[in-house]
């Protein structure tokens, strides 16, 4: 099927390349030499600085006469393997019907499917783009955005963008998603006057005002949900006193919470909400939030048609459309063009031995050829 890549051979190559986020270097020259050949015209840069760069980048294009131009979006860089793995986390392995390496799912094995699937799409076809980071695990700053930065200088705009993350549940091809949920993390700081225990009056111990102000946060319900996104939920995740002394009041006390939120939601108006609860408990009370992307969602249409059609002819199920899970890179690429995202099943994503069946990497390739054929040349 795939007629000059076959993507067991690519996806051992970029596991092989160890790239912990942020990612640089080697593993992006395997994915040039693969590309290169095809026709694709290959694009490197690298962003930002410490700690959270530098970031390489890789936007990979190969023109053709029909008027489509589709995108895949991926990244290649990988969290960290951890210890107690049963061989090295980057020395790729097949063991039964299992290729073992830390990016075997997420999501080295996706990006070699898919150009495996390019290799196997007539060049003549239409516009094909790659859109791959090496920032997708970590702060996400010098990433994506940079990428959609690059492509805008240059005038490039997919009409679609399929995103290889790791959708597919129980088995490959369950699910996929059109639309994420926003994110949020928020910290609250509230102020007192460190003293000693037995002399309360002369202190202002901030605890009782922080317990007040998660309490009422806690009755906060933001929404009931939707028909394609689930109620948006406020979990705290940590509180700090940071006092080692039994016999004395603390000078502040803080916590941390995150939003998870639908499309009834906003980031910034989260935030405002946590602040006006927070002062109206103690006007001192600092709160700062971070808004890792909003929500959003590609409503059933086209592409997910194309999509699920190309997913049904190889594998016989029709997927299931869905919003839940984390965040991924298609919170900022939804800004460019209609976006889905379909991959291998994630259930070994970011553990120990991770790992994805071998006959699932070939089944994803037709998948995603199905896909370019669908979208490009019907």
Not at 64 to 81: C, Q, R, T
Not at 122 to 132: K, Q, R
Not at 224 to 249: C, K, L, M, R, Y
Request: hydrophobic share 45%; aromatic share 6%.
């Amino acid at each position: 099927m795939t007629h000059g890549i076959d993507p067991l051979d690519l996806a051992k190559a970029l596991i092989a390349a160890p790239s912990v986020t942020p990612a640089t270097g080697a593993v992006f020259d395997v994915l040039e030499a693969a590309l290169t050949p095809l026709g694709f015209t290959v694009e490197r840069f690298i962003d930002g600085i410490e700690p959270d760069g530098p970031v390489e980048n890789l936007l990979a294009v190969r023109k053709g006469a029909g008027p489509v131009h589709f995108g895949f979006a991926g990244h290649l860089d990988v969290v960290p393997p951890g210890v107690g793995w049963t061989g090295d986390a980057f020395d790729p392995q097949v063991r039964g019907e299992l290729l073992y390496g830390r990016g075997a799912v997420d999501m080295k094995g996706a990006i070699a499917a898919f150009a495996a699937a390019a290799a196997a799409t007539p060049a003549e076809a239409g516009t094909i783009s790659l859109i791959v980071t090496g920032d997708e695990e970590g702060p996400a700053i010098f990433g994506t955005r940079a990428l959609m930065e690059h492509m805008d200088a240059r005038g490039l705009r997919p009409d679609m963008i399929l995103v290889g993350e790791p959708t597919s549940v129980q088995r490959l091809g369950d699910m996929m998603k059109i639309g994420r949920r926003g994110s949020v993390n928020i910290w609250i700081d509230v102020p007192g006057t460190q003293g000693h225990v037995a002399y309360p009056h002369l202190a202002d111990n901030p605890i009782p005002k922080l317990v007040k102000i998660l309490a009422a946060i806690d009755t906060v319900t933001l929404d009931e949900g939707t028909e394609w996104f689930q109620p948006s939920n406020i979990e705290f995740t940590d509180i700090e006193v940071g006092n080692g002394a039994h016999n004395v009041i603390p000078a502040s006390a803080r916590a941390r919470l995150s939003i998870r939120f639908n499309d009834q939601q906003q980031g910034a108006a989260l935030i405002e909400m946590i602040e006006r609860i927070a002062r109206d408990v103690d006007p001192g009370a600092k709160v700062v939030g971070k808004i890792s992307g909003e929500a959003f969602l590609t409503p059933p249409g086209d592409l997910s048609a194309l999509v699920a059609e190309a997913i049904h002819a190889e594998t016989d199920i029709v997927p299931e459309l869905s919003t839940t899970g984390g965040t991924s890179d298609a919170r900022f690429l939804h800004a460019l063009c209609p976006v889905v995202e379909f991959g291998l099943t994630n259930a070994t994503m970011h553990k120990l031995d991770e790992a994805v069946a071998v006959e699932d990497l070939r089944t994803l390739a037709a998948i995603y050829r199905g896909v370019l054929m669908r979208a490009l040349l019907d």
